[in-house]
Nanobody
Framework: QMQLVESGGGLVQAGGSLRLSCAAS?????MGWFRQAPGTGREFVAA????????DYADSVKGRFTISKDNDKNTVYLQMNSLKVEDTAVYYC??????????????????WGRGTQVTVTS
């Protein structure tokens, strides 16, 4: 089972930025970011293919968030700009062994990190 370790969460004011990182213990994985706010289900945020291309985003974050992948470091990043209060959630990194494709459904992923808290204040 692959290990995923997220970092970079924290407290930020609305309009600010944060960059999340997820270090993976393996490679050749498509990866994604999901989030879960209290009392809600896990929501897709962004995903990228194993090669680091073909990014996909939830409509709610398009134009504000950018996902990228450094295959030399086996790390995926989520740059979050223009943060809103409604972005507050625990953010999870997920991985799926796949050489092609980008996946936006939580059920497509077999490995998950423990999550990192992002809190945006007004």
């Amino acid at each position: 089972q692959m290990q995923l370790v997220e970092s970079g969460g924290g407290l930020v004011q609305a309009g600010g930025s944060l960059r999340l990182s997820c270090a993976a213990s393996g490679h050749s994985f498509a990866m994604g970011w999901f989030r879960q706010a209290p009392g809600t289900g896990r929501e897709f945020v962004a995903a990228v293919s194993s090669g680091g291309d073909s990014p996909d985003y939830a409509d709610s974050v398009k134009g504000r968030f950018t996902i990228s992948k450094d295959n030399d470091k086996n790390t995926v990043y989520l740059q979050m700009n223009s943060l809103k209060v409604e972005d507050t959630a625990v953010y999870y990194c997920a991985a799926r062994f796949s050489l092609v494709g980008t996946y936006s459904q939580a059920r497509d992923y077999g490995d998950w990190g423990r999550g990192t808290q992002v809190t945006v204040t007004s």
